[in-house]
């Protein structure tokens, strides 16, 4: 299993993140610890996980795509949102 910790953010994936204002630190926590690791395609996965985030805080799902088929892994983009049971199932 390749270690989502040590991926590396791409100039993309943080212009999507600053973008969507998505910080660094909930991107980190979701793949440090992640609630779900699925596959998209061969190379890359989505790996997500529930935060309480914002003011006041609420349970907000993150989704972190990386392509782990290069050494770092590679963050593509990141994205919340509050759609929960869309993306559980999915």
């Known amino acids: ?6 991926a590396v953010f791409t100039d993309h994936a943080l212009r999507q993140m600053a973008r969507r204002g998505l910080a660094e ?21 989505v790996a ?18 990386v392509d782990i088929d290069r ?4 963050i593509v983009t990141a994205y919340r949102t509050s759609k929960l049971a869309k993306y559980r199932s999915a």
């Not at 909930?26 to 793949?31: F, G, I, M, S, T």
């Not at 997500?48 to 799902?61: C, S, V, W, Y």
């Open 48 to 65: 997500q996980k529930i935060l309480h985030i914002g003011e006041p805080a609420r349970d907000t799902l993150v989704r972190v795509f």
């Open 25 to 45: 630190r909930h991107v980190e926590q979701a793949l440090a610890a992640p609630d779900a690791v699925r596959q998209v395609r061969p190379g890359r996965v």
């Open 1 to 6: 299993m390749i270690d989502l910790a040590n």
């Open 71 to 74: 050494v770092p892994p590679e």
